[in-house]
């Protein structure tokens, strides 16, 4: 396992270290978003933390909620992760408030999204890196 994912998952536990959490893992490859959403859930489940994981095809936010989140929410247990992953329209503007952690990976010269959490290269997913991004001064409508 990669530790850019187990320093990510160390920094999201920081954060967010009991309760039922939901983090999106997106970007302009959805299938790669699959895939870097694995490699995380494997560095949480490492990390002692119970995951579940789902992938949303697109990004219908109706489905999304009633589909993956709603179900998520309603279950009892109160220490499970849920990471999805998909395209970049699962951060759509009225979706932005389900997540607690974004991740957004990319490759090569991609942009990057400017509300993730975390931002992962992940031109070589066997060797995947952190970038860290100053947003302050472009505008709020940036990587949207």
């Keep these: 396992m990669s530790d850019v994912w187990s320093d990510i998952s160390s920094e999201f536990l920081h954060l967010y270290p009991r ?59 109160s220490g499970t992760v849920l990471i999805v992953s998909g395209p970049p329209e699962l951060l759509g503007t009225s979706a932005r408030g389900l997540w607690n952690f974004i991740v957004w990976q990319l490759a090569g010269d991609e942009a990057p999204h400017s509300i993730a959490s975390a931002i992962v290269d992940v031109s070589d997913p066997a060797h995947p890196t952190r970038r860290f991004a100053d947003y302050c001064a472009l505008p709020s409508a940036f990587g949207a």
């Design 19 to 77: 309760g039922r959490r939901l983090v999106v893992v997106a970007g302009a490859d959805a299938e790669r978003s699959r895939r870097a959403a694995d490699d995380f859930a494997s560095a949480l489940t490492s990390a002692g933390q119970r995951v579940e994981r789902e992938h949303a095809v697109d990004g219908d936010e109706q489905a999304l909620r009633a589909d993956i989140v709603a179900p998520f929410r309603a279950t009892p247990d």
